[in-house]
């Protein structure tokens, strides 16, 4: 691994990821158009992929094929290994998070999710997660919440403005 540039912060060091990652979100809240929002959005995922640990990452990469390959049990065992060894990795709690929803765990992807979002608040995609479980649990104004708190994270997400829209007026009523 390279060294940093000398004015350049290490996302491998947590002082440097934080300064990248509140670089990358105040970018994202003034994106002018969806193309940079996309842009923005995937740098500071690309933050979140990465553990600091050549051996996590490794682990990471094998889970995500996994779960590529739609084989949820094995995308949550090898994910169970990445958080016994680095168990404040927001990124391995939210696939956690994400094969436990797709085997119908919603307590135990909730109990992931709120992990992430002590260690990393701004997760937008863990807390547009929690609003997909809460909807899968009938629970459809906490999940209008949540997806509006992702949008207010990341407001260029398309898919959620369309879950919004459909979702307030039955919510929030509509206007007479």
Known sequence: ???????????????????????????L??????REARGLSAAIER?????????CDLLMSRAMQAMQGKDYQ????????VIEIQPDWAEA??????ARFLMEDYGGAMQDISRV??????????????GFILQKTQN??????????ALALNPRQEELKKIVERLAPE???SDI
């Open 171 to 173: 919510i929030d009523g």
């Open 29 to 34: 809240a003034k994106a002018p158009d969806e």
């Open 117 to 130: 979002l002590k260690l990393e608040p701004r997760h937008y995609s863990a807390m547009a997660g929690m």
């Open 1 to 27: 691994m390279g060294k940093p540039e000398a004015n350049r912060p290490d996302p491998a060091d947590p002082i440097g990821r934080r300064k990248i990652l509140d670089e990358l979100f105040d970018k």
């Open 140 to 149: 459809e104004k906490l999940a209008l919440r949540a997806f509006r708190e």
């Open 74 to 81: 094995l995308t949550q065992e090898v994910l169970d290994r």
């Open 47 to 55: 933050v979140w992929m990465r553990s600091g640990s050549d051996t």
């Open 93 to 98: 709690l939210n696939k956690r998070a994400t």
